[in-house]
């Protein structure tokens, strides 16, 4: 049995969070000639996704299409008003494994007040010179608004020095920053105390997510209260919370 402790310190606004944080029950509409749709809502990580295959003369139409939808729910891009930046935040050109071509850019949107962000990634994988039209996937992603710092200064590791990146590589396998990766590596004994490993878990550590069991013990306090949480998304709790109980395991 675990006990997890969600300390409430600000008395809000009576507004339902689930009515601020809609974004995961919104529908993220397709493109006109979408294929190969694929939904997903990730209770893990709070996020919720739509990725599909589309044919495109231009990616600024992808653009154009998005920055309607997200306006229409009261968000902006969040390079508005920059005067270096336009739509898109930046740009990747690269050979995949394959040694095709590929071509990757990305923007954001934002709401005020709402600890989300949604993110816009078109990558381009083929370009049909007969039609002009650039075969190209499309990722939308709304997530919650993390602080990302530790795990920026983790990154800088490899472009400080690209030696980092082999080192870490082979210790971690493909892709170790990847913060939807939820499974926790295999770490040989004899990399346990590297300097890069022991960054890395701190990194990881702070970016976990509960994983609620049945048997767990959900408690919301504030200056006022005490009181339990029986029941998060479908999942409902067994135990019964006793503040007796409690005390004595904080102070006992």
């Known amino acids: 049995m675990r006990i997890f402790l969600a300390l409430i310190v600000l008395i809000l606004p009576v507004q339902a969070w689930a009515e601020e944080t809609s974004y995961f029950d919104m529908q993220i509409p397709v493109m006109e000639g979408a294929e190969n749709i694929k939904r997903e809502r990730n209770e893990t990580f709070f ?23 997200f306006k229409e729910q009261g968000w902006k891009p969040a390079w508005q008003g ?14 995949s494994i394959d ?3 590929k071509y990757s850019t990305t923007a954001t949107f934002f709401k005020e007040n709402l ?17 002009e039209l650039f075969e190209a996937e499309i990722e939308i992603l709304l997530f919650p608004n993390i602080e990302f710092k530790d795990h920026f200064q983790f990154a800088q590791n490899f ?14 396998g493909p892709n170790p920053i990847d913060l939807r990766n939820t499974e926790q590596p295999s770490i040989p004994e004899e990399y346990s ?15 976990i997510f509960p994983e609620f069991k049945t048997d767990d013990i959900i408690v919301a306090m504030n200056s006022l209260s005490c009181r339990q949480i029986n029941q998060v998304n479908d999942l409902k709790f067994i135990p019964k919370f006793d503040p007796n109980y409690f005390w004595n395991l904080l102070y006992n």
């Open 159 to 172: 472009s400080d020095d690209v030696k980092n990146w082999f080192v870490i590589g082979k210790i971690l």
């Open 193 to 207: 105390d590297h300097p890069l490993i022991l960054e890395y878990k701190i990194v990881k550590e702070k970016l």
């Open 47 to 69: 996020t919720n996704s739509v990725e599909y295959d589309l044919k495109v003369k231009d990616i600024d139409e992808v653009y154009d299409f998005y920055d309607a939808f």
């Open 99 to 101: 040694k095709e071509p």
């Open 82 to 95: 920059h005067p270096l930046k336009k739509n898109w935040s930046g740009y990747r050109s690269y050979f």
């Open 115 to 131: 600890p989300v962000n949604g993110g816009l990634n078109v990558t381009l994988t083929d370009f049909d010179s007969n039609n």
